[in-house]
């Protein structure tokens, strides 16, 4: 905004130490103070700080980020998902088979790990928003991570620790259930363990991506270009990190046991730890911005207090903090927006109120801060769905596996498939799919973000929707060729391979749609949130696993009825059960998910940053809608 400053009262003049608020004019770093000072903290809260939390010179700005910062970020993540994979595949049958736990008590625990892992990633991002830092908090629990795989190890190792009478226990026994079960004191030490590698991935899932991107120059021209071959690169780690879960872990625990398996975990695990700290000197880091929950709990609060008050029909008497600095630590100002409006009675200021109480009257970037948050929670909600059905193929589609021909590959192996076709999508993208796409949207990159995220919801569609196609085939196949009670016996005549289509479709959905979603949060987000906005997607994620229990034990109650002998559509004998009718249900879920997912992106605006108006002011004050059209105006820039 290019209004005039107004005049400072005079006592403010008097004291210059004290912050004063003035009304919203031009107290946005102007264009051409961002020339002179590109990094200088007069100019912006996003200011790269060195470990310390001091400014960095030009000198340190040279030597520092790039690339091969994030290299090393991105190895940690490739660690931190092999073993999150690794133990989602592993530890129902290492419950089963050593702990002597029912198959379906084992997949609830191995669910609640799952659940508990990404929804707790609300606190890692809080405490790197609000304390530590991204640096620190990823420091502080990939350690943690560490400590909780060698526990398992020693778990894995420990006749102590395992449940007695392993020799006595076949697999035949372990089916009926006839198995000595484990000492209470050795399940909570097996809980302990695991809920601490749960705990760990909380600390460091919503940090790596935002903390790896913090590593790029974001005044530069390519920035745009350069954030989103990141977030593909980083999804590449995670996806090289399942890779290696569904395929050498498999291979080690089938030939050297199940301490070599997590032991390699954690061997794992630690040299990753090892590479993020040496490349301690190449990080660039940004200040933490004080409690995220506070300064909402503040806007709320404030606007509570006010709701009273009319609504301001415009920015004029909203009050920030005068000149260049922000009122949030970490956050360049942010400009007034017209959504959300009954939360702008925060920043209005009334007669005899204290401009320095946050509890009463907060700054217009504060409440602007709240107001991002709030839009990108349904933009994130609408993913809960993919990961439902990303969790209910995790187990579901193995059963089905075990009655079908595998051609001699292990059953474990089955998931490698979609990693596979992420793999193919992300080295085409930038070659095939992106300029195909252009031709359609106009978008520079193919596809805008959202444009991105719903392509990915539709073809989850496509893949549940062909994944109850398939199992009504496989089921009717069973039937017809006495095949009814052999629900552990694969059937020779039909292939495993037909379940690739479910496989690769889930994949590409995945890759759509949480790339692209993790480059969104980390650019709308507030620049003092961005961990905290990157939880949302873990979040989400967790929800999911979450969810897919509750359905799945809401349908084996509403269709199992064990007096007149009907089993459930989950029934364990996949051959008698419906998981058909399961996955028909999802398809109907995920198609109303998608519709309302429509709905939000069309009335989404892209949040316009102050760098947008420096390459392009055409674009000033108008945003510009998410699928109606697609380039949003941070693309625009590059």
Same mark, same amino acid.
């Given at each position: 905004?290019?209004? @005039?400053?107004?005049?400072?009262?005079?006592?403010?003049?008097?004291? %210059?130490?004290?912050?004063?608020?003035?009304?919203?004019?031009?107290?946005?770093?102007?264009?051409?103070?961002?020339?002179?000072?590109?990094?200088?903290?007069?100019?912006?809260?996003?200011? @790269?700080?060195?470990?310390?939390?001091?400014?960095?010179?030009?000198?340190?700005?040279?030597?520092?980020?790039?690339?091969?910062?994030?290299?090393?970020?991105?190895?940690?993540?490739?660690?931190?998902?092999?073993?999150?994979?690794?133990?989602?595949?592993?530890?129902?049958?290492?419950?089963?088979?050593?702990?002597?736990? $029912?198959?379906?008590?084992?997949?609830?625990?191995?669910?609640?790990?799952?659940?508990?892992?990404?929804?707790?990633?609300?606190?890692?991002?809080?405490?790197?928003?609000?304390?530590?830092?991204?640096?620190?908090?990823?420091?502080?629990?990939?350690?943690?991570?560490?400590?909780?795989?060698?526990?398992?190890?020693?778990?894995?190792?420990?006749?102590?620790?395992?449940?007695?009478?392993?020799?006595?226990?076949?697999?035949?026994?372990?089916?009926?259930?006839?198995?000595?079960? %484990?000492?209470?004191?050795?399940?909570?030490?097996?809980?302990?363990?695991?809920?601490?590698?749960?705990?760990?991935?909380?600390?460091?899932?919503?940090?790596?991506?935002?903390?790896?991107?913090?590593?790029?120059?974001?005044?530069?021209?390519?920035?745009?270009?350069?954030?989103?071959?990141?977030?593909?690169?980083?999804?590449?780690?995670?996806?090289?990190?399942?890779?290696?879960?569904?395929?050498?872990?498999?291979?080690?625990?089938?030939?050297?046991?199940?301490?070599?398996?997590?032991?390699?975990?954690?061997?794992?695990?630690?040299?990753?730890?090892?590479?993020?700290?040496?490349?301690? $000197?190449?990080?660039?880091?940004?200040?933490?911005?004080?409690?995220?929950?506070?300064?909402?709990?503040?806007?709320?609060?404030?606007?509570?207090?006010?709701?009273?008050?009319?609504?301001?029909?415009?920015?004029?008497?909203?009050?920030?903090?005068?000149?260049?600095?922000?009122?949030?630590?970490?956050?360049?100002?942010?400009?007034?927006?017209?959504?959300?409006?009954?939360?702008?009675?925060?920043?209005?200021?009334?007669?005899?109120?204290?401009?320095?109480?946050?509890?009463?009257?907060?700054?217009?970037?504060?409440?602007?801060?709240?107001?991002?948050?709030?839009?990108?929670?349904?933009?994130?909600?609408?993913?809960?769905?993919?990961?439902?059905?990303?969790?209910?193929?995790?187990?579901?589609?193995?059963?089905?596996?075990?009655?079908?021909?595998?051609?001699?590959? $292990?059953?474990?192996?089955?998931?490698?498939?979609?990693?596979?076709?992420?793999?193919?999508?992300?080295?085409?993208?930038?070659?095939?799919?992106?300029?195909?796409?252009?031709?359609?949207?106009?978008? %520079?990159? !193919?596809?805008?973000?959202?444009?991105?995220?719903?392509?990915?919801?539709?073809?989850?569609?496509?893949?549940?929707?062909?994944?109850?196609?398939?199992?009504?085939?496989?089921?009717?196949?069973?039937?017809?060729? !006495?095949?009814?009670?052999?629900?552990?016996?694969?059937?020779?005549?039909?292939?495993?391979?037909?379940?690739?289509?479910?496989?690769?479709?889930?994949?590409?959905?995945?890759?759509?749609?949480?790339?692209?979603?993790?480059?969104?949060?980390?650019?709308?987000? $507030?620049?003092?949130?961005?961990?905290?906005?990157?939880?949302?997607?873990?979040?989400? !994620?967790?929800?999911?696993?979450?969810?897919?229990?509750?359905?799945?034990?809401?349908?084996?109650?509403?269709?199992?009825?064990?007096?007149?002998?009907?089993?459930?559509?989950?029934?364990?004998?996949?051959?008698?059960?419906?998981?058909?009718?399961?996955?028909?249900?999802?398809?109907?879920?995920?198609?109303?998910?998608?519709?309302?997912?429509?709905?939000?992106?069309?009335?989404?605006?892209?949040?316009?940053?102050?760098?947008?108006?420096?390459?392009?002011?055409?674009?000033?004050?108008? %945003?510009?809608?998410?699928?109606?059209?697609?380039?949003?105006?941070?693309?625009?820039?590059?």
């Amino acid at each position: 905004m290019d209004e @005039p400053e107004e005049s400072s009262p005079a006592p403010a003049a008097a004291t %210059p130490k004290k912050k004063t608020r003035k009304k919203l004019s031009s107290h946005f770093l102007g264009d051409e103070d961002v020339e002179k000072h590109p990094w200088s903290p007069e100019g912006t809260g996003t200011t @790269p700080v060195d470990i310390r939390g001091s400014a960095m010179g030009p000198a340190e700005l040279a030597r520092t980020g790039g690339w091969v910062a994030a290299g090393f970020i991105l190895g940690n993540e490739m660690a931190e998902r092999m073993a999150y994979y690794g133990l989602s595949v592993n530890m129902v049958i290492f419950m089963f088979n050593v702990m002597h736990r $029912p198959f379906a008590a084992s997949a609830n625990a191995v669910n609640n790990f799952l659940g508990i892992s990404q929804a707790s990633s609300l606190l890692g991002g809080f405490l790197a928003d609000a304390y530590l830092g991204r640096y620190w908090t990823i420091a502080a629990f990939t350690t943690l991570y560490l400590l909780g795989l060698v526990a398992l190890t020693l778990c894995a190792t420990m006749p102590e620790l395992q449940a007695p009478g392993q020799d006595d226990c076949d697999g035949f026994a372990r089916l009926l259930g006839k198995c000595q079960q %484990p000492r209470p004191w050795q399940m909570a030490y097996l809980y302990a363990a695991l809920y601490t590698t749960a705990l760990g991935a909380a600390g460091i899932r919503p940090c790596v991506s935002s903390f790896g991107a913090d590593q790029l120059e974001e005044r530069s021209p390519a920035y745009r270009r350069r954030l989103d071959r990141f977030f593909n690169l980083f999804y590449l780690a995670v996806t090289v990190g399942a890779i290696a879960a569904f395929t050498l872990l498999v291979y080690v625990q089938r030939n050297h046991g199940w301490a070599a398996a997590f032991g390699a975990l954690a061997l794992g695990m630690g040299a990753s730890n090892a590479l993020f700290f040496l490349g301690t $000197p190449l990080y660039r880091h940004r200040l933490p911005g004080g409690s995220p929950l506070t300064r909402v709990a503040q806007v709320l609060v404030a606007a509570y207090r006010k709701r009273a008050v009319m609504t301001p029909r415009s920015s004029v008497g909203l009050y920030e903090v005068s000149g260049a600095r922000s009122a949030v630590r970490g956050s360049g100002k942010m400009e007034h927006t017209e959504q959300l409006r009954w939360l702008d009675k925060a920043a209005v200021m009334l007669q005899g109120e204290d401009p320095n109480d946050p509890w009463r009257v907060c700054t217009v970037t504060q409440v602007e801060e709240v107001k991002m948050m709030v839009r990108l929670a349904p933009v994130a909600a609408c993913t809960v769905m993919l990961s439902v059905v990303l969790t209910e193929f995790l187990t579901l589609s193995v059963q089905q596996a075990y009655t079908l021909n595998t051609r001699g590959l $292990p059953v474990a192996c089955m998931p490698v498939f979609p990693c596979l076709a992420i793999l193919l999508l992300l080295a085409l993208y930038y070659r095939a799919f992106a300029p195909l796409a252009r031709r359609f949207t106009g978008h %520079p990159h !193919g596809a805008s973000q959202l444009q991105r995220v719903g392509l990915g919801l539709l073809l989850s569609v496509l893949s549940v929707a062909w994944a109850g196609l398939f199992e009504r085939y496989r089921r009717g196949y069973a039937v017809r060729h !006495g095949f009814l009670p052999l629900f552990l016996t694969p059937m020779p005549g039909l292939s495993a391979y037909w379940l690739l289509i479910q496989y690769c479709l889930i994949g590409l959905a995945e890759v759509f749609c949480l790339v692209a979603l993790l480059e969104f949060l980390y650019q709308e987000a $507030p620049d003092a949130m961005r961990s905290l906005a990157s939880a949302y997607a873990a979040l989400a !994620g967790g929800l999911g696993c979450f969810f897919a229990t509750a359905i799945n034990t809401a349908i084996d109650s509403i269709t199992g009825d064990v007096v007149n002998g009907r089993p459930s559509w989950l029934a364990q004998n996949i051959n008698v059960g419906r998981f058909d009718s399961l996955y028909w249900l999802l398809a109907v879920l995920s198609t109303i998910n998608l519709i309302v997912f429509i709905y939000i992106a069309n009335n989404y605006s892209y949040r316009i940053k102050h760098a947008d108006h420096q390459h392009d002011t055409n674009n000033q004050g108008r %945003p510009i809608q998410g699928l109606g059209n697609s380039i949003d105006t941070t693309t625009t820039t590059t």
